[in-house]
């Protein structure tokens, strides 16, 4: 408990997992839902969890209070489409005036990731907040394959969204799902017009996460065969840069820009993992691709205080895998974990 109050006055984190990895990056989703139905993430007739069962923004923010009192300094904000949740600027505004003023003090980062089509409303209301970087979802440039890949989207909407943000002051990095056949023909145009216009690139690769009414097997893109592919073509450097999250970057010499890979698949990053991940519904995984996970809307609405939220997510912690055990078999379709991870958060 002394621990506990130390951390507090934001000087340190207790949450040290069983492998004495540090936690200090919570990953909460405000919503399952989305706007979008993109090929690789769900299925197009998704079926939304029931809206009672999702936290307030109230329960939120308390228990992200309750993480940051412990030591976590960076907050990412996800969904499902998190920007499709009313009212959802209000936790923005609670979790920005936690910023701390000093680089040891609280919460030093307030992210978030978004398919961007809502962004253009919400651009300077995100800025104010106190975001300052967003990361925005886009898989490819051609307007046709977009709404294929969405099954519905527009790209126009979404290139709106991006350009609002970079308007209103925030950094974007584009996050992109590398998909063999899809769009594995355009990454190297793609790192291009991210360089142009001053964004950070970041390829991730398909991870089998829930049914999508397709063979992940198919799916699935190595991106050490991307990277090679691209260095016909770019100079690129291995950096030290990270954002905190599982990234390796690449400085990009002819763009001046960076590109990260994230490799669950082929370069196990667990390591280094220093996140956990929140649900909309009150629900901790301590690893995205395990179903180990502990349950706080029950405490919530049972009327748990601070001491005993604090103390059920050091518990939690306590129970944090070494790693994830994702793998492409092609001799089994079927996802290696049966939630889909607008349920965990992006």
Request: glycine letters at 8%; aromatic letters at 6%; charged letters at 25%.
């Amino acid at each position: 408990m002394d621990d506990i109050v130390r951390a507090r006055g934001g000087t340190t984190s207790v949450m040290i997992d069983p492998f004495g990895r540090s936690i200090t990056y919570l990953r909460v989703s405000v919503t399952d839902r989305c706007d979008l139905r993109c090929v690789y993430c769900m299925a197009e007739d998704m079926t939304f969890l029931p809206r009672a069962d999702l936290l307030s923004l109230e329960e939120l923010d308390r228990l992200c209070g309750a993480f940051i009192r412990l030591g976590t300094t960076k907050i990412r904000i996800t969904g499902g489409e998190p920007l499709v949740r009313r009212d959802v600027m209000k936790l923005f505004r609670s979790l920005g005036a936690r910023l701390g003023s000093q680089p040891d003090q609280g919460l030093r980062e307030l992210t978030v990731t978004t398919n961007a089509t809502q962004l253009a409303r919400h651009a300077e209301a995100l800025h104010a907040a106190g975001v300052r970087r967003v990361n925005v979802s886009l898989d490819t440039l051609e307007p046709a394959k977009f709404t294929a890949i969405t099954r519905w989207g527009k790209l126009d909407r979404v290139l709106d969204g991006i350009f609002a943000a970079k308007a209103a002051g925030l950094a974007v990095k584009i996050n992109t799902v590398a998909v063999r056949g899809l769009n594995e023909d355009e990454i190297d145009a793609m790192l291009a017009w991210c360089g142009e216009r001053g964004f950070d690139f970041c390829l991730i690769e398909t991870m089998p996460m829930g049914e999508i009414d397709a063979d992940r097997t198919s799916q699935y893109l190595p991106l050490s065969l991307v990277r090679s592919r691209l260095r016909r073509r770019w100079t690129l450097t291995e950096t030290g840069y990270t954002t905190g999250g599982p990234a390796r970057y690449f400085d990009v010499a002819e763009t001046g820009t960076r590109i990260g890979f994230i490799t669950p698949m082929t370069h196990n990053f667990c390591e280094s993992c220093n996140r956990v991940r929140l649900t909309c519904t009150g629900t901790l995984f301590m690893c995205l691709g395990q179903d180990d996970a502990a349950d706080f809307r029950g405490p919530l609405r049972a009327g748990a205080d601070d001491a005993a939220l604090e103390a059920a997510i050091m518990a939690a912690i306590a129970r944090k895998p070494k790693g994830h055990d994702f793998v492409i078999d092609r001799r089994q379709a079927a996802p290696a974990v049966t939630r889909h991870m607008s349920v965990t958060g992006g």
